[in-house]
């Protein structure tokens, strides 16, 4: 699979599947534009000295750590599960997942009518669950025996053919419609930007990691964040700096009218609602608010 790929490029795995999506998206939002085709497993990327190849979330850790790609992005669960904590280097964490920027918690759930109250009450019971040595290292801990069998998918339905399941989970709405409970957290997770040591040690990939990782972060930081402009009276510029947030502060611009000038801010987008009626009040007049596609602080 790799001779396809271009010796002199900095080989990136991409998780395919459900992140997939959301993984392209958040790379145009980064600056770089990705195209897939239906039946190919390599993303073409505008930026020449990028190659790309689509593996599952589960398996990438595994290939940055065999040296097959120089980097990838996977679920902190998948690094934890492979074993590969040690033998990878973490570039930068990415809040951001399928469905929301939320992590996504790994959670021991039983049916709602179950009489288990807590994992100990599993004791020699059988758990199914995608996520087998961590499931296994967790209860190995507490000296609990159980039996854990993999589940090849739809792990939900097992709760209730078998005694338990360790499944994922974001907002808990599925655990819900399948009537189960949540008894404990066993791992919340995160996307992570990883790559080899040995990648990481070569300079010129190094810089263009760490330059990835910059963008990446700076397209998910703007995510939850506007700019705002507006024009104020001079005699209104005190008390309207004094109540505006800003990473340092706010931009001002002299105007043509020497009695007004232009002032320019990024805030959190739930400040904007309760921020705008106060500006106006305050003397403020075109006042705009515009989406952000990097945030660098």
């Given at each position: ?5 271009p010796?002199?490029s900095l080989r ?15 790379f145009?939002?980064?600056g770089?534009?990705v195209?897939i ?5 390599f993303p073409?990327f505008?930026d020449?000295?990028i ?5 599952r979330?589960?398996?990438i ?22 074993g ?7 570039i930068?964490?990415?809040e951001?997942s ?6 996504i918690?790994w959670v ?7 009489p ?5 009450d599993?004791?020699g ?5 995608e996520l ?7 209860f190995?801990s ?5 039996t854990v ?5 739809t792990?939900?339905?097992k709760?209730?053919?078998l005694?338990g ?5 974001e907002?808990?709405?599925s ?5 189960l409970?949540i008894v404990e ?5 995160t ?7 040995a990648a990481?040690?070569d ?5 263009k990691m ?5 963008l ?8 939850s964040k506007?700019g ?8 209104k510029?005190?008390e309207?700096v004094?109540?505006l947030?800003?990473e ?6 002299r105007?043509?009218?020497q009695?007004?000038?232009?002032v320019e801010v990024?805030?959190?987008?739930k ?6 009626p106060r500006?106006k009040?305050?003397?403020a007049?075109?006042?705009?608010t ?5 945030v660098?602080?």
């Amino acid at each position: 699979m790799t001779d396809r790929l271009p010796p002199t490029s900095l080989r990136i795995g991409m998780p395919s599947g459900s992140l997939q999506g959301a993984t392209v998206e958040l790379f145009g939002k980064a600056g770089y534009k990705v195209n897939i085709d239906s039946r190919s497993v390599f993303p073409r990327f505008d930026d020449p000295n990028i190659s790309g190849v689509l593996f599952r979330a589960q398996e990438i850790s595994r290939y940055v750590v065999d040296g097959i790609i120089d980097c990838g992005l996977t679920g902190y669960d998948w690094v934890v599960e492979n074993g590969n904590e040690a033998d990878v280097v973490e570039i930068c964490e990415l809040e951001y997942s399928r469905a929301s920027n939320n992590p996504i918690r790994w959670v021991l759930a039983v049916p709602e009518e179950s009489p288990v109250q807590k994992p100990e009450d599993l004791a020699g019971k059988i758990i199914a669950t995608e996520l087998v040595k961590t499931t296994q290292r967790y209860f190995e801990s507490r000296n609990i025996p159980v039996t854990v069998e993999f589940s090849w998918g739809t792990t939900e339905i097992k709760a209730r053919l078998l005694d338990g399941i360790v499944d994922c989970t974001e907002t808990g709405s599925s655990l819900k419609a399948n009537n189960l409970r949540i008894v404990e957290t066993l791992l919340k997770s995160t996307t992570r930007f990883i790559a080899s040591k040995a990648a990481w040690s070569d300079p010129v990939k190094r810089e263009k990691m760490e330059n990835i990782a910059m963008l990446l972060k700076g397209a998910i930081d703007a995510r939850s964040k506007v700019g705002l402009k507006m024009n104020v009276p001079e005699a209104k510029l005190a008390e309207v700096v004094s109540f505006l947030p800003s990473e340092k502060s706010p931009t001002v611009s002299r105007l043509a009218d020497q009695a007004w000038v232009a002032v320019e801010v990024i805030l959190e987008e739930k400040q904007e609602r309760e921020l705008i009626p106060r500006l106006k009040r305050a003397g403020a007049t075109g006042i705009i608010t515009y989406p952000l596609n990097k945030v660098i602080p």
